[in-house]
């Protein structure tokens, strides 16, 4: 019975994957052109990459920011191209943690006046979305 017991909470506490730690990325800026490659060398699962990609309306100053994710398919690393989220300020600097292998929340922000905005990414399946937080 003891060894029922000591099973059964084993198996659950393995169900319950611990959040990832937080990591810190430079953005990588991108308004010039030639920096989305599919390299994966030096890569591993759940890593990201940020890119600062183009300068919207210059006379309110939207910035776009382009996600791209590190993913397995097929036995296969793969560079994933994802979704794109839309600001009025500039950042240099990405905080992030996945809290599971489809949700991850990040921080963009900006390391010379300490600004930072809130935000949320989420995959199901072939289907991905990109938010601010509150």
Known sequence: MK??????????????????????????????????????????VLDIELYRV???????????????TYRMRENKLEHIQGCSVGTD?????????????????FKLFNSTNQQFEKCIFMMSGNSMSIGTED
Request: aromatic share 8%; proline share 1%; with cysteine.
């Open 89 to 105: 300020r500039i950042y240099d600097k990405v905080i992030y943690k996945w809290l599971n292998d489809s949700t991850l929340k």
């Open 3 to 44: 060894t029922k017991l000591i099973l059964i909470l084993t198996i659950i506490l393995c169900g319950f994957a611990p959040e990832s730690e937080e990591k810190t990325i430079e953005i990588i800026d991108c308004r010039k052109g030639g920096c989305f490659t599919s390299n994966v060398e030096g890569h591993k």
């Open 54 to 68: 183009i300068s919207i309306d210059s006379t309110k100053g939207i910035e776009m920011y382009s996600l791209a």
